[in-house]
Each structure stands twice: as C-alpha cells, then as structure tokens.
C-alpha cells in the first residue's frame, strides 16, 4: 500500500485547506482562477488535491485521494504578495521550473504558519 510507504519515507507536515490560483507555468502568465484547494504539504513536496469538500484532516488518506498536482520545493521561493491581489494574505511560490501559484485564506495566523511551515521545508532542503 503507497499510502503505509509514504508514511514511513517522509514526514506529513501540514493539511489544509488553502484559496490557490496557478499565475505562471514555466514562466509563462497564466489568468487567474481561484479555487478552495486541500493543501498537503509532505516530505518535499507540497500537493493540491481538489474538491476539497470531502476532505478533512482526519479524513485524509494518500491512498484513497486523487491529487491534482504537485510541487516540488526544492530551490522553490516563498515571498508574500499582497501587491498581486485584491485579496489579503496572499504569498507566491514559485519553483525552479518557472510555475508560480498564489495561496490565500482569510484568517492571518492560518496563512502566516503556512508560509513559515514551506519556508522551513524550503530551507531544510537548501542544506541537503
Ligand atoms: C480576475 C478575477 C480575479 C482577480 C483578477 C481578475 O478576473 O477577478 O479574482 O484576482 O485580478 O483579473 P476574471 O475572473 O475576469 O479573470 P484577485 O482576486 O487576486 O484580485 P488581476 O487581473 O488584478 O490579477
């Protein structure tokens, strides 16, 4: 079972659910479209599933969810982005591919430990 390996080779970090629009793919713009995404972030990587409705901590499984993408945060930036939007708080992520997501929630310590918790990953990573 994927779901039992995974568990052992890295570390669940986070799960939540997060507003997230895609505004570049390999350096490209794209329009925006924003939509409530679950966000898990694992091990090195931070994966969006959708439809989010069905989905709750506690519900969560990787075996039994159907992710959308995946981002590897490997040499990935962080850097809030309140000037990208009419939204408040609003950061980017950009990877080293070239695609950048923006990622909201309305409540400020919720998007405030986000942001620290992808720093943390992004710079664990610089190290290893
Ligand atoms: C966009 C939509 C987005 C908005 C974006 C608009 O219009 O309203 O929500 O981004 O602003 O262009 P449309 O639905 O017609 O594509 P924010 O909510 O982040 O402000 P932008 O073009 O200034 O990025």
Request: with cysteine; charged share 25%.
């Amino acid at each position: 079972e994927w779901g039992g390996v995974v568990c052992v080779f890295s570390e669940l970090e986070k799960a939540g659910l997060l507003n997230k629009t895609k505004i570049a793919e390999g350096g490209r713009k794209l329009r925006k479209n924003w939509n409530p995404s679950w966000v898990v972030l694992v091990g090195n990587s931070l994966v969006f599933f959708k439809d989010p409705k069905s989905q709750t901590p506690s519900s969560w499984k990787p075996g039994n969810s159907c992710p959308e993408s995946s981002v590897d945060l490997r040499g990935a930036q962080l850097q809030w982005a309140n000037n990208l939007s009419s939204k408040k708080n609003v950061f980017k992520l950009r990877t080293v591919t070239g695609n950048e997501f923006l990622l909201q929630s309305e409540t400020d310590s919720l998007i405030r430990e986000w942001f620290n918790t992808i720093q943390s990953v992004i710079d664990r990573l610089v190290r290893c």
